[in-house]
């Protein structure tokens, strides 16, 4: 759990999170970015949402997953963390507990995206909820960050509005 501050290596890498979600929603996506940093703090690769492409499942945080799991070591993976927008669906969250990445950091909750979407009459979730320490009980997970909730509410508005 958080206290709701991130610290500033996480803050650093969750703005551009929502950087990338926020490119998601432009291009006709769900917004949601995600970030894959190396147990030494560098960025190896980042992505946005690309389910507006048809595909349900073009979610970041599996596209980062498979990223990891074909180009680390088992070693390098357990020392890396995905950082997200949003917590973890829970394909999302097997894909990082079968490749193996060590940490997760989510800026904002499934909680709070259930709330957002009865709140906009937008359907709800086409999956049970599970929350990402349920998912991953061997991984750390870090997350909610409250000073990310209303830019993160407001994108999923601009895309339940349309």
């Known amino acids: 759990m ?3 501050t991130a610290h500033e290596t996480d803050r650093e890498h969750l703005l551009r999170c929502v950087e990338l ?3 998601a929603v432009d291009l006709g996506n769900r917004p949601f970015g995600s970030v894959l940093v190396a147990g030494d703090g560098t960025v190896l690769k980042e992505d946005h949402n690309r389910t507006g492409s048809g ?5 970041p945080e599996i ?3 498979r990223w990891a799991a074909l180009n680390l070591s088992k070693e390098e993976r357990a020392k890396a963390t995905i950082y997200t927008s949003g917590e973890h669906c829970p394909m999302c969250a097997t894909a990082q507990g079968w490749c193996g990445v060590g940490r997760a950091v989510y800026a904002t909750s499934t909680p709070q995206l259930i709330e957002w979407l009865a709140e906009f009459g937008a359907p709800s979730l086409p999956y049970m909820p599970v929350t990402l320490r ?3 009980p061997d991984v750390e997970v870090v997350g909610p960050f409250e ?4 830019e993160i509410k407001a994108l999923h508005k601009r895309v339940h509005r349309k």
């Not at 595909?55 to 979610?59: C, F, L, M, V």
């Not at 000073?147 to 209303?150: I, K, L, N």
């Open 63 to 65: 596209a980062l997953a």
């Open 2 to 4: 958080t206290d709701g």
């Open 134 to 136: 349920e998912m991953l």
């Open 21 to 23: 979600a926020r490119e």
């Open 147 to 150: 000073e990310f909730a209303d």
């Open 55 to 59: 595909d349900p499942t073009a979610h």
